[in-house]
T-cell receptor, first 115, second 112 residues
Framework: DTGVSQDPRHKITKRGQNVTFRCDPI?????LYWYRQTLGQGPEFLTY????????KSRLLSDRFSAERPKGSFSTLEIQRTEQGDSAMYLC?????????????FGPGTRLTVL | DAKTTQPPSMDCAEGRAANLPCNHS???????VYWYRQIHSQGPQYIIH???NNETNEMASLIITEDRKSSTLILPHATLRDTAVYYC?????????????FGSGTQLTVLP
């Protein structure tokens, strides 16, 4: 049983650069979520997909952030013109819509450091 | 905003039961109680969930009070590897709110 995977696990970038993260959900999971976690805080919701449709976006998801799930399988999260405040752990989770309780399972996260 | 209240930290001796409380006094009838934990620098790990009945799985037991306003997560024999931040979350089974809303959680430290 393969869990949620994320790539890369760590990313260091300079302010102003663009970065892209990838998430591969659990096979057959049709819902996919992105969260962001800063040091000492719990994860905060960013956006959610059901299949390829992006159904919900948090106000935390500024115009510099874009997420896609083109074929309803893996997803990418891109941050343009990174800022130091974007430094955080970016977490992906997936769930199965038709399961009784739609439990979300998380990946290991991508830790972004913006210098 | 999180709809749960948890103590910020707790200690537990290795081998003893760890009892982690959670207050969710404004819980609605269609909301489940979920517990996740997060070991340092890892993604959150699902532990258990329940609606109104007590639940048990291979990781833990969940005791929900009859009025559903609070619950307790029980790790029956805590080990050093159970040291983590434990999050109690309430979430509706259906509707538009699909995301999990995390609070600050409880830092459980299992002591040797």
């Amino acid at each position: 049983d393969t869990g949620v995977s994320q790539d890369p696990r760590h990313k260091i970038t300079k302010r102003g650069q663009n970065v892209t993260f990838r998430c591969d959900p659990i096979s057959e999971h049709n819902r996919l979520y992105w969260y962001r976690q800063t040091l000492g805080q719990g994860p905060e919701f960013l956006t959610y997909f059901q299949n390829e449709a992006q159904l919900e976006k948090s106000r935390l998801l500024s115009d510099r952030f874009s997420a896609e799930r083109p074929k309803g399988s893996f997803s990418t999260l891109e941050i343009q013109r990174t800022e130091q405040g974007d430094s955080a752990m970016y977490l992906c989770a997936s769930s199965l819509r038709d399961s009784p309780t739609d439990t979300q399972y998380f990946g290991p996260g991508t830790r972004l450091t913006v210098l | 905003d999180a709809k749960t209240t948890q103590p910020p930290s707790m200690d537990c001796a290795e081998g003893r039961a760890a009892n982690l409380p959670c207050n969710h006094s404004t819980i609605s009838g269609n909301e489940y109680v979920y517990w996740y934990r997060q070991i340092h620098s890892q993604g959150p790990q699902y532990i258990i969930h329940g609606l109104k009945n007590n639940e048990t799985n291979e990781m833990a037991s969940l005791i929900i009070t009859e009025d559903r306003k609070s619950s307790t997560l029980i790790l029956p024999h805590a080990t050093l590897r159970d040291t983590a931040v434990y999050y109690c979350i309430v979430r509706p089974l259906s509707g538009s709110a699909r995301q999990l809303t995390f609070g600050s959680g409880t830092q459980l430290t299992v002591l040797p």
